[in-house]
């Protein structure tokens, strides 16, 4: 066995599963003028935390994070709906509802996200 396969066995027996629940959500979105934009303007909100990667962009949040597609436009320089912002996240973790046109709310606790269903 390689050398490299020996280090990811021995990384796993290190694993462990638990049966609670995070209340964590957040989007990962390919670095781009739109992602950073989405990022710039949401580092600004309390509970935020973004993260550069070198091809990527996180942005994760404790609870719910709500983008505001009127604020990213501001910020962006031009129009973004909740299908574009849908398109420049590569993925998300957490209950993502579009609440309206504007709205696009991303919920650690899936018994809140019920409430839009």
């Known amino acids: 066995m390689s050398v490299h396969t020996d280090n990811i066995f021995k990384s796993m027996k290190d694993v462990r599963f638990e049966q609670t629940i995070s209340h964590q959500c957040g989007v990962t979105m390919n670095d781009s003028v739109e992602a950073r934009a989405i990022a710039d303007l949401m580092a600004q909100k309390p509970g935020i935390k973004v993260t550069y990667l070198p091809a990527m962009i996180r942005i994760d949040g ?8 009127s604020e990213i436009s501001e910020s962006l320089g031009r129009e973004m709906t909740p299908h ?6 590569s993925t998300h973790y957490g209950r993502m509802v579009m609440v309206d046109d504007d709205t696009v709310v991303l919920f650690g606790n899936m018994d809140d996200a019920m409430a839009y269903e």
């Open 84 to 89: 574009l912002f849908e398109i420049s996240t």
């Open 62 to 69: 404790q609870g719910k994070i709500e983008f505001k597609m």
